[in-house]
């Protein structure tokens, strides 16, 4: 069973869907972390995926990304068998060229196959920008997290772990706005929700308010279907 979690940049769905994978038993699946990881290695090896898609997009044939299921909700990602640094995919030279990675359309083929794979490991709560649309479009429980610009950079500010050089609010919103308008304007999968996805406003929620509501729902759902109620 899959919980789909969408929705634009630091909106606070990595939060959200870790705490719904806590409070559900199941595991937390973050895809944008393998669009970033993907944009590490091709830095890593010279190959810049804003001008040089085709070297990343080659890249792909030799290269390995597994989930460990760790202790814990959050499985580890590892590529070509290392274990990824936090600090390595969230420095701000991936944020700035992981959105020209997520355009490529082999990368995407990639991830999504799987995406899909890690989405049979049990009851899995994955967040990312299509994953109601796109890797689970049959999925029962779709979310898609909303909040104004300002918010998200506040949010992206507090986030522990978050490598950033010299910002300020103003700069931060402005870089999530840029990211935005690129997921959103991207011809394939772009950054919107499942026609059959409640979006949520969450300007004026907390992360613990917005997992209790999704969780809510899934009890809810799960209630009125009981051969699913053993994997909650
Ligand atoms: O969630 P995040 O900010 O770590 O995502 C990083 C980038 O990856 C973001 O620019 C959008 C892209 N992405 C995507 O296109 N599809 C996904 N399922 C997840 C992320």
Known sequence: MQVAI???AAAGKSTVARLVAEKLGGIYINTGDMYRA??????????DPETAPERVAAMLDNLRLDYRLADGAAPVLALDGHPLEPAAVRSPAVAAKVSFTARIPPVRDWLVERQRRAGQLGLVV????????VVFPGAKYKFFIEASPMVRARRRLAQPGEVVDSATLESVAAEIARRDELDRNRRI????????????????LTAAEVADLIVERVYVGESQCPSHTRHI
């Open 38 to 47: 993907l944009t590490w290695i091709a830095l890593q090896r010279g190959g």
């Open 126 to 133: 994955m967040e990312g920008r299509d994953i109601g649309t």
């Open 189 to 204: 999968s772009p950054l919107r929700p499942a026609a059959d996805a409640e979006v949520i406003d969450t300007d004026h």
């Open 6 to 8: 969408d929705g634009p």
